[in-house]
């Protein structure tokens, strides 16, 4: 699943944290039954929202039983029969669970189950769903990690495997696809019906099934001899084709690099207007939110085609990290999601190496280094035995922290000695299941270097290390190692890794291991510049001396490639944050690093300059420090000129960025450029107004929007409410949560909560607003008194993300208020990230103490004639 964060830099890290709780009972199935083969056929009725379904499973059991027990939930059981006996049906809803006895023992061996049962198609984004447009009702599912229960009477648990024969009696005007290619497709044997029969899928786990009903409308292609569709509704089928060309390139890459064909006879890709995550990885029927595949290949900007030909090629990666072979159990699904998610940018950046898929990578591992460096937090294997646990695992962690170890390892051994480590895993595995054990232990045989005890290291402890070096003696750079926290709390000297290092050398990175033993590292006579993580792989914090730093931040530009900088300058307001720095000083980098070309660099420099505006400054401060911004970045910002035809993708990100930060300083000119760029962006010819760069367009509306009036509110209101491009659809969205004024604040709360938004989309809104400086107070105050309207929004992920967008406030007496409140309005599964939001609050105030009289001095300097 692709659940990566799409919100840009307005919304609060979320994390969901997955401990062991005494209070919560294992939900596993009974050990002595083994699925083999599941027969499904199911019949819905999209009107009444309802299905009914017959099923059979073909079983082992071990011994002699009277009893079988599997998943159920939400299910209505007509009958159970095995052979001529009759069983009787007894449900624990709280363990998701149905307990067949029978009268008699069923013999050990093979049995075969006959299931006839009635479900709902619920409107949960979860099991077997309603999805609806303006048009009509689809039918679609979404089962990981728990939810095929709800569709299907399964032993719902990824280990136990079985292959599945999928049959769908559906309206005669309707299309279905699912895992397989159809077999064959008659009338009846309803009237105004149909039956689809599809073809038999390999060995899969129950969560990667899949059935989708409704008018789909599919762009077809082909590659390596594999056909593939994109597919949507039928009004958007036109911008399935870049997800299509995308998918065309990356299927031969994986096909090569894995040294492993994929397995299945086809590749379908459908957009779901209704789809809580980003994508699933249904095994040969991957489902996306709309907004994560398709895009108008023409019209749209190069970061939307970055996104959906990522999230593409990470969810088309799973087909064989997950799918082929999958994790045994939950507490490793870092096997899948840290695989899919280091190997999602690899084919997009050979195919399309000018959108700096590198800096992306840096810029995600900066964010993850600052997740596992917050007190709470979990290591990448962890406990996670009900439903509850189970989904609270799709966290930064399993993503972002374990798909940034791989890529440090591989950074370590080299890129083709990790390939055949990884092919050897994955040969096998096929078609079965694995655990962390398996994989390093695989990579260790392959390139007989020490990557149990580096892997080990990070997968069993949580946190990162810190990294702290002294001066170059004869022997080499002195090194200690400690856990890192964000929050200034003392580092923990007992917590040791096992790290691959590797030096900045005049060639190629010089990597070496440096063991909990270890107090010294050895560097090469002639390294030139001491930088202590080469190509910004390193999953550790730096801190070097005031010696080593002042060289380092000298030669920035000349000795750091654009990932080193954007690692640079996140150890460093790291270590600022910590209290291991002043404010002050990550300025000086900041304006040292004023005329980087990279944007991708300056974008990271100026997220942190906005961090120090909303979570450090006091309202006079706030004004001194855009004056300084104008002065050292207005004349960038003119240097680079207006947009041109053919120009790199790296000058129009810097364009828009500096645009962003000179519009939040109140730059008059860049004010007025801004305003009238958003006036031709809404305007009656906008869509034909080819000078308009898309890029700097959307870096305008949202300078624009944030002091913007009534008028170009409705305008963006109004887009908001077009369904015909989903990614415009959803900008628009977004735009609503920028504007401060208060009553317009009101409006998109009012908005939000109506009804009128999907129930996927509704948070966003609601968590820019509560994450924004000027407009929480408002946003806060109209979810306390409109509690009952906001939590009828809320779905099974998302009420999450509204407590964690809480923990922007950064006072004593507004944390104690979000505490009082969310300890009496609960939100589901989101008890430790309300503790979360509360830490975050207490950091806030302890570095606003820290740090608010360092930016003074820092302030009056600048100002000195």
Known sequence: MFFKNAIRRTIVPVIALAFASAALQAQRLPEGVQPEHYSLTLTPDLNAATFSGEETIDVVLDAPSKTVTLNAAEIKFLSVKAGSQTAEVSLDSAKEQATFTFPQALPAGKVMLNISYTGILNDKLRGFYLSKTKARNYAVTQFEPTDARRAYPSFDEPALKATYDITLVIDAADNAIANTQIISDKPGPIAGKHTVKFATTPKMSTYLVAFLVGDFKCTTGKADGVPIRACSTPDKVAMTKFALESAEYILPYYNKYFGIKYPMPKLDMVALPDFEAGAMENFGCITYRETDLLVDEKTSAIPAKKRVAIVVAHEMAHQWFGDMVTMQWWNNLWLNEGFASWMESKPVAKWKPEWNFPQDDAQDLDATLNLDSQKTTRTIRARAETPEEINEMFDGIAYGKAGAVLGMVENYLGEEVFRQGVHNYLAAHLYANATAEDFWNAQTENSHQPVDKIMQSFVAQPGVPLLSFSQKTGEGVPVTQSRFFLSGTAADASQQWTVPVC??????????????????????????????????????????????????????????????????????????????????????????????????????????????????????????????????????????????????????????????????????????????????????????????????????????????????????????????????????????????????????????????????????????????????????????KNWEKVHAQLTTNSGSRIVAAAGSFCSVEKRDEVGGFFKTHKVDAAERTLAKALDNIDDCVRLRSAQEPHLQQWLAKQTKP
């Open 503 to 784: 030096l900045k050398t005049n060639g190629k990175p010089d990597c070496r291991v440096l063991t909990p033993e270890q107090h010294t590292l050895a560097v090469p006579s002639a390294s030139g510049l001491f930088y202590a993580n080469a190509a910004a792989k390193g999953y550790y914090r730096t801190a070097y001396t005031p010696e080593q730093i002042e060289t380092l931040v000298s030669h920035a530009e000349t000795g750091l490639n654009p990932p080193e900088r954007i690692g640079l300058l996140g150890d460093r307001w790291a270590l600022m944050r910590a209290g291991q720095g002043e404010v002050g000083s990550f300025l000086d980098l900041v304006l040292a690093l004023r005329k980087d070309p990279n944007g991708l660099v300056m974008e990271s420099a100026l997220d942190k300059v906005r961090a120090i505006d909303a979570r450090i400054a006091t309202e006079d401060q706030r004004q001194q420090l855009a004056a300084v911004l104008r002065n050292e970045f207005s004349p960038v910002y003119t240097s680079l000129g207006h947009p041109a035809k053919g120009e790199s993708y790296d000058r129009q990100q810097l364009r828009a960025e500096l645009m962003e930060i000179l519009g939040e300083a109140k730059d008059p000119a860049v004010l007025a450029e801004a305003k009238d760029l958003t006036d031709r962006a809404y305007g009656p010819g906008a869509r034909k107004d080819k000078g308009l760069d898309p890029i700097l367009t959307r870096a305008a509306i949202s300078v624009t929007a944030e002091h913007g009036d009534t008028v170009l509110y409705d305008k963006v209101m109004a887009a908001s409410r077009d369904a015909s491009d989903p990614g415009l659809q959803s900008e628009a969205l977004r735009t609503l949560a920028l504007f401060s004024d208060p009553a317009l604040v009101r409006r998109t709360m009012d908005y939000v909560v109506s009804g009128q938004v999907r129930n996927q989309d509704s948070w966003i809104p609601i968590a820019i607003l509560l994450s924004t400086r000027e407009t929480r107070e408002t946003t806060w105050d109209y979810i306390q």
